[in-house]
């Protein structure tokens, strides 16, 4: 009886380790005598009892790493990166999960090399860089590093999703200077920017004053001319009134002379009202009169002669 019950027992559990349950995303490995028999995928599967064995599970599904490492530019300035890893299983085929399942004793051997060589080509990359364009080449690193290491991961059974630089920095003497480099570029700029803005302001200035002296001038000019004008005018309208005055003295058989001495008076009595405080010196005197008379009496008979030969 006992021996009915054990093996009744044993029975019970060899069928129970027939059943296996694979969990969603992951992938198991089998192995009969330490040999790969075949992969399980997600849900209830049947294996064969005793024999064989759940040797790895493997997840299909992203996953993540973050590390940080150091490299030296062409110009021996040091370069500290903060990256995250963005890594998965290439495909859930039976060939990619062998790979992945044998390439490597554990996960901690697999990390270890996936670490080691994406920093390896990174310092490979910036080795031939300068240390003013690593913060512009982001995209560049990335892209090198998945160009040098998609193959070696595919044999793997893994690809590089992703390389995320999340942070680039250099040494603090390198980060003072790259800081003083950029207040001088600033102030080269501002100093440029300063000296256009003042020579655009003198330049309009002087365009103001250029056409503020032009405008003057020919103001200048057109009231000058107006003046010239004005002041011809007057003198014809003066003659013309001098010639009409002489012409009725002359139908009245008077002296033209008399003209004169009206004129004479008339700018005494002028130069009295108008003079404003000026000190004007005249002879007043009966000869100084006569003298001035005769001297106007002679203009005259000039300008009669100059009159009479024109005609």
């Known amino acids: 009886m006992s021996y009915l019950i054990t093996l009744l027992i044993f029975g019970l559990i060899v069928l129970l380790s027939s059943f296996v349950t694979v969990k969603q995303g992951t992938i198991s490995v089998t192995t009969i005598f330490g040999k790969f028999n075949r992969i399980l995928r997600p849900g209830l599967n049947l294996k064969v009892p005793i024999i064989e064995r759940i040797f790895k599970k493997i997840s299909v599904q992203n996953r993540s790493a973050e590390l940080g490492f150091q490299a030296v530019t062409i110009d021996q300035a040091n370069v500290n990166f903060t990256a ?59 892209e090198a590093v998945k160009d040098q290491l998609d193959q070696t991961l595919e044999h793997w059974g893994y690809h590089l999703i992703d390389l995320q ?5 250099f040494d603090e003497e390198v980060m003072r200077s790259m800081a003083k480099v950029v207040a001088s570029n600033n102030l080269k700029s501002a100093a440029e920017n300063e000296g256009q803005a003042l020579l655009i302001t003198r330049t309009k200035s002087a365009e103001a004053e250029g056409n503020f002296i032009k405008i003057s001038a020919q103001a200048e000019k057109e009231a000058s001319k107006l003046k010239g004008e004005g002041i011809a005018l007057f003198r014809q309208e003066v003659a013309k009134g001098m010639a009409g005055a002489a012409k009725e003295m002359h ?5 033209a002379s008399l003209i004169l001495f009206s004129m004479w008076t008339e700018a005494v009595k002028n130069f009295a009202q108008d003079g404003k405080g000026n000190v004007i010196f005249l002879d007043g005197s009966v000869d100084g009169m006569q003298k001035t008379m005769k001297d106007m009496m002679a203009l005259n008979q000039i300008n009669n002669q100059n009159t009479n030969t024109k005609k």
């Open 165 to 169: 630089l999340n942070d680039i920095t």
């Open 84 to 142: 995250m890893l963005l890594y998965s299983v290439i495909n859930s085929d039976e060939q990619t999960i062998k790979n992945v399942a044998f390439k490597f004793i554990d996960e901690r051997n697999f990390m270890q090399a996936l670490v080691r060589s994406v920093e390896g080509s990174v310092r490979a990359y910036v080795a031939t860089k300068r240390q003013a364009e690593v913060l512009i080449l982001r995209r560049e690193i990335v």
């Open 251 to 255: 139908e009245a058989n008077l002296d």
